[in-house]
């Protein structure tokens, strides 16, 4: 079973920009994803890359956030600019919604607010 822990979560302002990490303690030889639950909510999709490096992205952050992968790292990344107060949530990261999903995260704060 792979082990995930995303990293780089925090508090900043509207306009502002993270750099999420999500290190995995075994081969992400898989199309990924990040994921975000906002308090009240259900877990949602927030980017998807394929193992070729294709990628797609939730209407609600299109244009703002990019997803990448380091499979020699077994790390995946999401940038996340022009962050909203509506992006405040947990961020995961897992395989796929199309793949049987590995034990999540503790998965890392972001919180978007002046």
């Known amino acids: 079973q792979v082990q995930l822990v995303e990293s780089g979560g925090g508090l900043v302002q509207p306009g502002g920009s993270l750099r999420l990490s999500c290190a995995a303690s075994?081969?992400?030889?898989?199309?990924m994803a990040w994921y975000r639950q906002a308090p009240g909510k259900q877990r949602e999709l927030v980017a998807r890359i394929t193992n070729g490096g294709n990628t797609n992205y939730a209407d609600s952050v299109k244009g703002r956030f990019t997803i990448s992968r380091d499979n020699a790292k077994n790390t995946v990344y999401l940038q996340m600019n022009s962050l909203k107060p509506e992006d405040t949530a947990v961020y995961y990261c897992n395989r796929d919604p199309g793949i049987r999903q590995w034990t999540w995260g503790q998965g890392t704060q972001v919180t978007v607010s002046s």
């Open positions: 075994g081969s992400i030889f898989y199309a």
